[in-house]
T-cell receptor
Framework: EAGVAQSPRYKIIEKRQSVAFWCNPISGHATLYWYQQILGQGPKLLIQ????????DSQLPKDRFSAERLKGVDSTLKIQPAKLEDSAVYLCASSSPTGGPTEAFFGQGTRLTVV | GENVEQHPSTLSVQEGDSAVIKCTYS??????FPWYKQELGKRPQLIIDIRSNVGEKKDQRIAVTLNKTAKHFSLHITETQPEDSAVYFC????????????FGQGTTLQVKP
């Protein structure tokens, strides 16, 4: 089966600019996650969708980050304006939990550098 | 709050030796514990997972043990090979959300030929 697709792979922007990332989950996966992975750390959940509804966005910096999954399939994550500390890899993952938590499949990620 | 501690942060072993990575979690209601392997510049990939109703699980050279009472779980890799070199992350589900994973800080494993 096709994996989780993300684009772009790399992005370099100046601070205070805006940027958007795109994710296409595995077909049929109702749950979609955006994780932020800062160099040398484990991934941290930013937002979780179940179909097109938000399940958890408790760690999303809502003053600058936004995400949507309008049709319950693809998702976009936006940062506006970006800060230096937003430099990280942004990982999208999807899962199809039935009867409890199951494996989350990760995309290749988008490496963001804010200069 | 929800927290997963992982040790050691780096681990170097000789090829053929065993490697053990340990994690502790804070939320006693966590019920799913996956381990991910991440090679440099690549996506995290699941290598093994265990649920709270099981104490041990094995898949060829990899095994995971879970001690719910102590809130510990460990990854054991036997007969290590150079291709096992990578960063390994443990994770636990947040009890408030069965899908959300809380990750440890990662262990960089180096297997010397």
């Amino acid at each position: 089966e096709a994996g989780v697709a993300q684009s772009p792979r790399y992005k370099i922007i100046e601070k205070r600019q805006s940027v958007a990332f795109w994710c296409n989950p595995i077909s049929g996966h109702a749950t979609l996650y955006w994780y932020q992975q800062i160099l040398g750390q484990g991934p941290k959940l930013l937002i979780q969708f179940q179909n097109n509804g938000v399940v958890d966005d408790s760690q999303l910096p809502k003053d600058r980050f936004s995400a949507e999954r309008l049709k319950g399939v693809d998702s976009t994550l936006k940062i506006q304006p970006a800060k230096l500390e937003d430099s990280a890899v942004y990982l999208c993952a999807s899962s199809s939990p039935t009867g409890g938590p199951t494996e989350a499949f990760f995309g290749q990620g988008t490496r963001l550098t804010v200069v | 709050g929800e927290n997963v501690e992982q040790h050691p942060s780096t681990l170097s072993v000789q090829e053929g030796d065993s490697a053990v990575i340990k994690c502790t979690y804070s939320d006693s209601a966590s019920n799913y514990f996956p381990w991910y392997k991440q090679e440099l510049g690549k996506r995290p990939q699941l290598i093994i997972d265990i649920r709270s109703n099981v104490g041990e699980k094995k898949d060829q050279r990899i095994a995971v043990t879970l001690n719910k009472t102590a809130k510990h779980f460990s990854l054991h890799i036997t007969e290590t090979q150079p291709e096992d070199s990578a960063v390994y992350f443990c994770a636990a589900t947040a009890s408030s959300n069965t899908g959300k994973l809380i990750f440890g800080q990662g262990t960089t494993l180096q297997v010397k030929p």
